[in-house]
């Protein structure tokens, strides 16, 4: 039989793992090989990734699958890399990576910048299919185009670093360059004019490769340092983690909205959530714009999708309550208190930027809340409980802004990602959009990264096939159905006990 190995190293913005996953005529085979924590540090008022970690943690995770398919009798085909969206690390012209890399929960005012720019953000969106966000790469380049003067450094986003320290090769990619609003969605190339409007020009832009192009190999440094005998074909992958986590999902929907039958809505949910459809070519309507809906490549066509706050806020809830107690909170029995909590319509918006930095969350929470006339929540079940409401309630939201952006109906839901196990998320939000939804797999990011290296490597002829047969870590998913008397509720002691 036909067998492959391929390694994805997937980062998110809380954790990152490498997974190991075997192609063979029984499916696609994932393990872990190694997961680790993303923790960020603050210098002054900036965050700041601690990308040496990152990259040496990354590093042990290859050399255990190096391992592994080595003991499995076989050997590691390829490496992909994808991670959360817009941050960069600038390459001068010696090659040496200038440090530290900024968090894009940084310190930017996009409102002065805007000024700056001189083009209005109609103008923007109809260049790059992205509207105005704090977190764009567009305002963190602008901001440091006020501090030092370009000279020729080369943009990398996170893929693009670790392929650049595996490789040597210098190169980016079209899903993750798409998060940037500095790229052109019709050319896949970037934007001269949004380039100069946010004195930008004295950079050296990378070329960008389509997803799934050949990177080069391991140098040989990075070859022994991970344990093998030869080097290893790396690949850019869809880097864009979101992008790699919806690569199951075909594009339904034109531009003009003809998508015969109903289409599937999609969340991300991890420290971010991310709503989205799949569309065939970017939407740059005023409706998409307001609805502050962002044109993102993914693996094939489109994604129109909204960014919100997603279990950030949770999280940073959860490292309140730890300083608190002074040792580890954990989720679960956080979840079946908020699933006994008593359930309320008044939901906070998720998007709020206010929410953005980290620090003191619940006393932020309760204040939304206020805001939107719920009563404030006060036991730790109150707060997660407005939390998952106020998600739920935003992914609802965020689908009806799509259908009534792209003209047709979504009739069901697929969740993905870590947050994907929160069982009473998926359960409010199957209650709040009426409809049918399906979770899982939480590895997704890491299965698309692996989906499109084999199709690269011509182990497979298409992405959508390598999902026919998934097993093991991470890959399992569940059906939830919509419960006919909705929000708001309680659930009974027997039934939060499920959560
Ligand atoms: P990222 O890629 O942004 O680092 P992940 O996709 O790994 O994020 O998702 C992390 C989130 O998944 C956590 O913040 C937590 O809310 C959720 N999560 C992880 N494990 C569980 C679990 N066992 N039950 C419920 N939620 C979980
Ligand atoms: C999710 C994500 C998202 C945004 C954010 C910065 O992990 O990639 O799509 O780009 O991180």
């Not at 999708?305 to 107690?325: F, H, K, P, S, Y």
């Not at 939390?387 to 009739?411: K, M, N, P, Q």
């Amino acid at each position: 039989p036909s067998i492959s190995a391929h390694a994805a190293i997937d980062l998110g913005a809380s954790s990152g793992r490498v997974m190991l996953g075997i192609l063979s005529d029984g499916g696609l085979d994932l393990s872990e090989m190694h997961r680790f924590t993303n923790e960020p540090f603050l210098d002054g008022d900036q965050l700041h990734w601690d990308i040496n970690r990152l990259f040496s943690e990354s590093m042990v995770g290859l050399k255990k699958a190096v391992a592994e398919c080595s003991a499995a009798g076989t050997t590691l085909s390829s490496i992909g890399i994808d991670s959360w969206g817009v941050d960069f690390a600038l390459v001068d012209g010696g090659g040496s990576i200038l440090a530290p890399i900024r968090h894009h929960r940084g310190a930017v005012n996009p409102a002065t910048l805007i000024n700056a720019r001189g083009l209005s953000e109609a103008s923007v969106y109809e260049l790059s299919g992205v509207p105005d966000q704090a977190i764009n790469t567009s305002f963190q380049l602008a901001k440091l185009a006020t501090e030092m003067e370009f000279t020729g450094e080369r943009p990398l986003f996170i893929p693009d670093l670790w392929v650049y320290l595996l490789t040597g090769n210098i190169g980016t990619e079209a899903t993750i360059a798409s998060t940037s609003q500095l790229m052109d969605p019709s050319t896949d190339d970037w934007s001269r004019p949004l380039v100069a409007a946010n004195g930008l020009t004295g950079l050296n832009f990378p070329p960008i490769s389509r997803p799934g192009s050949f990177a080069g190999e391991t140098s040989d440094t990075i070859t022994d340092r991970i344990g093998s005998v030869d080097p290893i074909a790396v690949y850019r992958v869809a880097s864009h983690d979101t992008a790699s986590a919806f690569a199951f999902a075909e594009p339904t929907v034109s531009a003009a909205g003809h998508a015969s039958g109903g289409v599937q809505g999609l969340i991300s949910s991890g420290t971010w959530s991310l709503v989205a459809v799949a569309v065939s070519e970017p939407v740059k309507t005023a409706t998409a714009r307001i609805g502050h809906f962002t044109n993102e490549r993914g693996a094939s066509g489109t994604l129109l999708l909204r960014n919100l706050n997603g279990m950030w806020v949770l999280q940073e809830c959860i490292r309140d309550w730890e300083r608190t107690d002074g040792g580890p909170v954990l989720i679960q029995p956080l979840l079946a208190a908020a699933a006994a909590a008593e359930g309320s319509a008044l939901v906070f918006d998720t998007a709020d930027e206010r929410l953005l930095p980290p620090g003191r969350m619940i006393e932020r929470v309760q204040a939304l809340c206020r805001e939107a006339g719920r009563v404030a929540p006060v036991t730790r079940g109150e707060v997660v409980r407005a939390i998952l409401d106020s998600l739920a309630a935003a992914y609802a939201g965020a689908f009806r802004a799509a259908e009534a952006v792209t003209g047709s109906s979504v009739t069901s839901i697929r969740i993905v990602g870590g947050g994907s196990q929160n069982a009473l998320l998926c359960q409010l939000t199957a209650d709040a959009t009426g409809l049918p939804l399906l979770a899982g797999p939480t590895e997704a990011s890491s299965i698309g990264n692996i989906a499109v290296q084999a199709v690269a490597a011509g182990k497979r002829d298409t992405v959508s096939e390598i999902y026919s047969s998934l097993h093991g870590a991470g890959t399992q998913t569940k059906s939830y159905l919509p419960r006919g008397d909705s929000l708001p509720r309680r659930m009974s002691p027997k039934e939060s006990h499920e959560y």
